[in-house]
């Protein structure tokens, strides 16, 4: 049984930094593209970033040079860094793992965490 668990969300003041982190059990991580996604409230989830087993990363447009994602594969874990967090990164984060496909399409991906709650104050 695949699962995806996500850990460190809370609640931040705005410019300040946070490490989430994604403990896959189940898997063989290196087989997977690793993304975090983002939902929130009465908003669409949106791609944040991605990480290809090859190393390549992709980060949407309003998080790229503040945040950070990674992988190791050996811990099959994925984490991502953010930095100078603002009110409109609050949202749930979700880790997820995709074998194939676009990877900012949130349906092509083959499994997901549950999220965790990440909220930024002003």
């Known amino acids: 049984q695949v699962q995806l668990v996500e850990s460190g969300g809370r609640l931040v003041q705005a410019g300040g930094s946070l490490t989430l982190s994604c403990a896959a059990s189940?898997?063989?991580?290196?087989?997977?593209?690793m993304a975090w996604f983002r939902q929130a409230p009465e908003k669409e989830r949106e791609f944040v970033a991605v990480k290809w087993n090859g190393g390549s990363t992709n980060y949407t447009n309003s998080v790229n040079g503040r945040f950070t994602v990674l992988r190791d594969d050996y811990k099959n874990m994925a984490y991502l860094l953010m930095t100078n967090l603002k009110p409109e990164d609050t949202a749930v984060y979700y880790c997820?793992?995709?074998?194939?496909?676009?990877?900012?399409?949130?349906?092509?991906?083959?499994?997901w965490g549950q999220g965790t709650q990440v909220t930024v104050s002003s």
């Open positions: 189940g898997l063989t991580l290196i087989d997977y593209a």
């Open positions: 997820a793992a995709q074998s194939n496909g676009s990877p900012w399409v949130a349906s092509d991906y083959n499994y």
